[in-house]
C-alpha cells in the first residue's frame, strides 16, 4: 500500500468512526432525553381530569361474556393529545354505583402501564403489542413487563342516560378488591409494591379528591 492509499484509508477510517460515535449520541440523546425530562420535572405539578361522556348507556350492555366496548374519548377539546381510549366492561350487574359490587361497569384505560402503549382487548383481557404484557379480565398483570395492573376510569350515568368518566385511578388488586390510589404515570409501581415507592414515585397525573374505598 502507498502512503497516500494508507492515508485516504486512514482518513475514511476516522469519518466512519466520527459518524458512528455521532449517531451514537443521536440516538443515546433521544432515548435518554424522556427520562432526563421526567427526572428533572417538578414531581408535584399535577393536571386536572376533565368528566367527559362516552355516549348512552344502552350500547354498552349489549356485551355479553367478556367483550369490552372500545370507547374512544377527548378530555379537553382545547388540548388535541387529550385524546384517549376506554374499554368499559359490562359486568351484568344492574348498581349505578361505581364502587359496588354489583356495579354495572368496570372501564380500563387502554394504557399499557408499562411504557404507555395501547393494549388491545381480546377473550381473556388484554394484550400489549408492543413489549408483551398481558393482562387478564380484571386488568391484572399475568405477563410481561408492566410494574403494576391497568388503570380504571371512575365513572357515573348522568341525566339522559349518558356514561361518563370522572376521574382515573391507579389500581393494585387482591382477588375481587381493588385499593385505588392516585394515578401513576407507565413505568411506575405503587405503594405497597415495593417499599418507601410513594417517595420514590409520586403521582405526576392527575389532581383528585378523597382516594375511593371498595366496598
Not at 485516504?8 to 468512526?17: F, Q, V
Request: hydrophobic content about 35%; aromatic content about 10%; some cysteine.
Amino acid at each position: 500500500m502507498t502512503t497516500q492509499e494508507y492515508r485516504n484509508t486512514t482518513t475514511r477510517r476516522g469519518l466512519l468512526g466520527v459518524a458512528t460515535v455521532g449517531l451514537g449520541a443521536t440516538i443515546g440523546g433521544v432515548l435518554t432525553t424522556p427520562v432526563a425530562a421526567y427526572l428533572l420535572a417538578p414531581t408535584t405539578q399535577e393536571a386536572t381530569f376533565h368528566p367527559v361522556s362516552l355516549g348512552p348507556v344502552r350500547p354498552f350492555t349489549s356485551e355479553t361474556g367478556f367483550a369490552p366496548t372500545a370507547a374512544p374519548y377527548v378530555e379537553d377539546p382545547a388540548q388535541p393529545l387529550s385524546s384517549g381510549l376506554a374499554y368499559v366492561h359490562y359486568t351484568g350487574g344492574s348498581d349505578r354505583d361505581w364502587l359496588a359490587p354489583h356495579a354495572m361497569f368496570v372501564v380500563f384505560s387502554n394504557r399499557c402501564t408499562h411504557v404507555g402503549c395501547p393494549a388491545q382487548a381480546s377473550a381473556i383481557g388484554f394484550a400489549c403489542p408492543c413489549h408483551g404484557s398481558q393482562f387478564d379480565q380484571r386488568g391484572a398483570r399475568i405477563a410481561g413487563p408492566a410494574p403494576r395492573p391497568l388503570d380504571r376510569f371512575q365513572w357515573e350515568i348522568r341525566k339522559d342516560d349518558q356514561l361518563w368518566i370522572t376521574q382515573r385511578w391507579s389500581v393494585l388488586l387482591k382477588g375481587d378488591r381493588a385499593s385505588y390510589y392516585p394515578v401513576k404515570a407507565p413505568g411506575q409501581p405503587l405503594d405497597g409494591q415495593i417499599p418507601a415507592a410513594d417517595a420514590l414515585y409520586p403521582a405526576v397525573t392527575y389532581t383528585h379528591g378523597p382516594v375511593p374505598k371498595s366496598r
